[in-house]
């Protein structure tokens, strides 16, 4: 165990919305922080999206990219070098964060998915389509990364109460029977199953699991 830490301080100006030019910087001010001898590099709030991102956190697309440009970089840690601290916007079960992210020697990326992107679910299109892409970045991202110590998975719940659970509405005339193809077959559970399985994929009892999508929705799509 090492009895001195050696912080480099990346003082940046990150451009908002330049997400991979940002990164690209953070990179390079990484490789100089490895010629110094750093342990770890410390860089400022926002500093992947640049600051303020406003809007653009809302967009699925910018999100996206986050989690595609941080994954690189955590991958790269593995190398040796310095470990990072950085803030980005970071999604957690659908709730937009101003996040610190520790990056070092590789890592582990859950997404929050949904069953609605495995399987058709009714009144959900635009939804649907969402998820649809949060599980094909997580297999690019397993992919891309698995062999430099990067893990992704993906977490698709469904049947759980949340926010956006309670706040449904049928649509106008809406065929009530298509309900069936979204129930569990035994009850609606909290987030908190959805979060104990986070937790699991996030933790080394999953080191070999990659590229996965787990389903915790009491068997609706069984």
């Known amino acids: 165990m090492t009895e001195t830490l050696t912080i480099a301080l990346a003082q940046l100006n990150p451009t908002v919305g330049d997400v991979v030019g940002n990164t690209q910087m953070l990179r390079e001010a990484r490789t100089r922080a490895t010629a110094m001898g750093a342990d770890i590099v410390v860089a400022s709030e926002l500093v992947i ?71 058709g679910h009714p009144w959900t299109a635009a939804y649907s389509a969402s998820k649809g892409g949060v599980l094909a970045l997580t297999s690019t991202l397993a992919v891309e990364y698995g062999k430099q110590g990067v893990r992704a998975n993906a977490v698709c719940p469904g049947s759980v109460k949340t ?60």
């Not at 909290?190 to 389903?215: C, M, Q, W, Y």
């Open 49 to 119: 999206s640049g600051y303020p991102p406003e809007d653009l956190v809302l967009r699925p697309s910018f999100r996206e990219t986050v989690e595609r440009e941080v994954g690189a970089l955590a991958a790269e840690t593995a190398d040796g070098g310095p470990a990072m601290l950085i803030g980005a916007p970071w999604v957690v079960d659908g709730a937009n964060y101003n996040a610190a992210l520790l990056l070092d020697g590789g890592g582990c990326i859950v997404n929050m998915a949904s069953t609605a992107g495995l399987a």
């Open 163 to 222: 926010a956006m659970h309670d706040q449904f509405v049928l649509p106008e005339g809406a065929d009530v029977k298509l309900l069936q193809r979204i129930m569990p077959l035994d009850t609606f559970r909290g987030p908190e199953t959805a979060a104990a399985l986070v937790a699991f994929l996030a933790s080394e009892d999953a080191a070999h699991i990659n590229g996965e999508k787990v389903r915790v929705d009491g068997g609706t799509l069984a």
